[in-house]
């Protein structure tokens, strides 16, 4: 297994442009999350996923998309960059037991943007 | 939102000394999890408490939920430089539905040789 896998490690945008953030998973997790982590801080939810077709809003979702059309994928979609957006990005998942709570997330290596 | 606050936020210990690393809130979890992440990396988890007054142990590491829930600590016996990392604590809030997870903001731990 790979596990989560997440394209691409790094990218440089300007503001105003767009990008997506790929996240895939090869252990069938129905959960499936991004977050955003940015310097010396914790993780921060964007948005998450329950299932195919089913997506929520995290803590913080503004000037962020994303769709969950296969159990594998779970794509980030940043339409206007703007330099607020400069973290380190985390796809994560975790397969939803009959208690929640105990669940195990996997996390991506991550993906390193910067926004000049 | 739960605020999870971990303390100290950095640390820096010589090779064999302890240390105790804290997680506080004041709200309730239905379970706390500690993460540790490595430059470069995504966190991975080390440990679930999910019980109030539990105590678990991983070598020489010691994770503690405390009697109410809301907070937790981590302890760490004579300290190797291979400890070093970004420790992560995160709750699950007794209301979330889901396995939504509240970050604190890390604890930098630096073990020197």
């Known amino acids: 297994n790979a596990g989560v896998t997440q394209t691409p490690k790094f990218r440089i945008l300007k503001i105003g442009q767009s990008m997506t953030l790929q996240c895939t998973q090869d252990?069938?997790?129905?959960?499936m999350y991004w977050y955003r982590q940015d310097p010396g801080m914790g993780l921060k939810l964007i948005y998450y996923?329950?299932?195919?077709?089913?997506?929520d809003k995290g803590e913080v979702p503004n000037g962020y998309n994303v769709s969950r059309s296969t159990t594998e994928d779970f794509p980030l979609r940043l339409e206007l960059a703007a330099p607020s957006q400069t973290s380190v990005y985390f796809c994560?998942?975790?397969?939803?037991?009959?208690?929640?709570?105990?669940?195990?997330?996997?996390f991506g290596p991550g993906t390193r943007l910067t926004v000049l | 939102t739960q605020l999870l606050e971990q303390s100290p936020q950095f640390l820096s210990i010589q090779e064999g000394e302890n240390l105790t690393v804290y997680c506080n809130s004041s709200?309730?979890?239905?379970?706390l999890q500690w993460y540790r992440q490595e430059p470069g990396e995504g966190p991975v988890l080390l440990v679930t408490?999910?019980?109030?007054?539990e105590v678990k142990k991983l070598k020489r590491l010691t994770f503690q939920f405390g009697d109410a829930r809301k907070d937790s600590s981590l302890h760490i016996t004579a300290a190797q430089p291979g400890d070093t990392g970004l420790y992560l604590c995160?709750?699950?809030?007794?209301?979330?539905?889901?396995?939504?997870?509240?970050f604190g903001e890390g604890t930098q731990l630096t073990v020197n040789p």
């Open positions: 709200s309730v979890f239905s379970s």
């Open positions: 995160a709750g699950v809030a007794r209301e979330t539905s889901g396995s939504r997870l509240t």
């Open positions: 408490v999910v019980t109030g007054g």
């Open positions: 252990m069938n997790h129905n959960y």
């Open positions: 994560a998942s975790s397969y939803s037991h009959r208690v929640p709570s105990t669940d195990t997330q996997y």
């Open positions: 996923s329950v299932g195919a077709g089913i997506t």
